[in-house]
């Protein structure tokens, strides 16, 4: 009888505890609310990844575009880099004029046999050195523009060799104003301005001039602009 008491106790006993609950705490996250929440994230019209696919469906990729763009840019690099390379060009032969001037300088033919043979030793190992530079930017040319340019080169090269820097300053003007007198009209053909509006000029050379490249009239002008500044310096030494 005692025990059926104590049974009857215990059962109450576990009546009156308080049941404890049996859903979840709604306010604590869990692992695994975080990856549903993840994953509904992702799947949902607001995620970034939704509008880049439907972007990619709605305007596929266009490999033609993408190429072009990326060949635009070479054609830049590789337009500044011709031009400095012909900047490389013109500094060459700026050097190379500058030693045939000092050649046929009149104060070198008046010096010593000797001086004058060590300052000629001197300018021929400059020149080794400065052969050793190759440079080679290739002008497309026909063969009357290859024409009319050895006749230009030829003219300036007698320029230089003459020795008196007076009368090689008014050859050199000469031709500076015929690099002057030529302009280009709207059709971008060449043309002449008036003989008075630039002073007189070498009808020769500006024949052969007018032949030329438009590339190679811009360096014959900047070529005779720098032969000119040297040339003033020496008239005005002399």
């Not at 009156?16 to 692992?31: A, G, H, R």
């Not at 929440?37 to 880049?52: F, L, M, Q, R, V």
């Not at 010593?112 to 290739?138: D, H």
């Amino acid at each position: 009888m005692l025990e059926n008491l104590l049974g009857i106790f215990r059962k109450r006993r576990r009546c009156d505890e308080p049941q404890l609950s049996t859903q979840p705490n709604m306010s604590y996250d869990t692992d695994n609310d975080e990856d549903e929440d993840d994953e509904k994230y992702a799947h949902s019209p607001e995620w970034p990844g939704a509008y880049i696919s439907n972007l990619q469906i709605d305007r596929p990729f266009n490999a033609n575009e993408r190429f072009v763009t990326i060949l635009d840019q070479l054609d830049m690099r590789v337009e500044k880099f011709r031009k400095d390379a012909l900047n490389l060009q013109e500094k060459k032969d700026y050097l190379l004029m500058s030693m045939d001037l000092i050649k046929s300088n009149e104060l070198l033919q008046n010096m010593s046999e000797g001086e004058r043979e060590e300052i000629i030793l001197y300018i021929q190992r400059v020149s080794s050195r400065l052969a050793t530079v190759e440079l080679n930017v290739r002008t497309v040319r026909d063969a009357s523009q290859e024409d009319s340019l050895s006749q230009i080169n030829a003219l300036i090269d007698i320029m230089i060799k003459m020795g008196d820097p007076v009368i090689g300053r008014q050859r050199c003007q000469l031709y500076l104003n015929a690099c002057c007198s030529s302009t280009m009209d709207p059709n971008g053909r060449m043309g002449t301005v008036h003989e008075a509006d630039v002073g007189p000029i070498d009808k020769k050379f500006e024949s052969a001039l007018l032949g030329c490249t438009l590339d190679d009239q811009k360096n014959i002008k900047k070529r005779l602009q720098a032969l000119m500044g040297y040339l003033n310096k020496q008239t005005v030494t002399n």
